[in-house]
């Protein structure tokens, strides 16, 4: 059997002006006022909301031992965690951490992102 060409499409394409809400948004702030941590006790928050976010924060840090441009490990990981595609045979792939932050980002009710910047 073949697969359905929208089962290998990455979401992360298929942005439409259609999905965005018409109210304009209030500005994120107060996150630049949070201290630095590690990349783990930074996605403490976020457990809860993201499926097996552990393993993706493991994967990204063993991926980034020798980072470049002066980056920390957990800096580099980061980045690497943001952009990392989730297994894309699941229904995780939707619950990557780039989509569900961008989905939050959307939300006109702005407390849901403060589990994002503690």
């Known amino acids: 059997m073949g697969t359905s060409r929208n089962e290998n499409i990455n979401q992360r394409y298929l942005f439409s002006i259609d999905d965005e809400s018409e109210q304009l948004l209030e500005p994120i702030s107060g996150y630049a006022h949070e201290p630095l941590l590690s990349l783990e006790e930074a996605c403490e928050p976020l457990l809860n909301i993201i ?32 952009t990392m595609e989730w297994d894309s045979n699941t229904k995780e792939a939707n619950g990557s951490l780039y989509a569900h932050l961008n989905r939050t980002l959307k939300e006109i009710d702005r407390t849901k992102l403060h589990p994002w910047f503690r």
């Open 51 to 82: 499926s097996r976010l552990p393993v993706h924060i493991w994967i990204a840090k063993q991926n980034s031992k020798n980072p470049s441009d002066d980056l920390t490990q957990d800096e580099s990981a980061a980045i690497r965690l943001y």
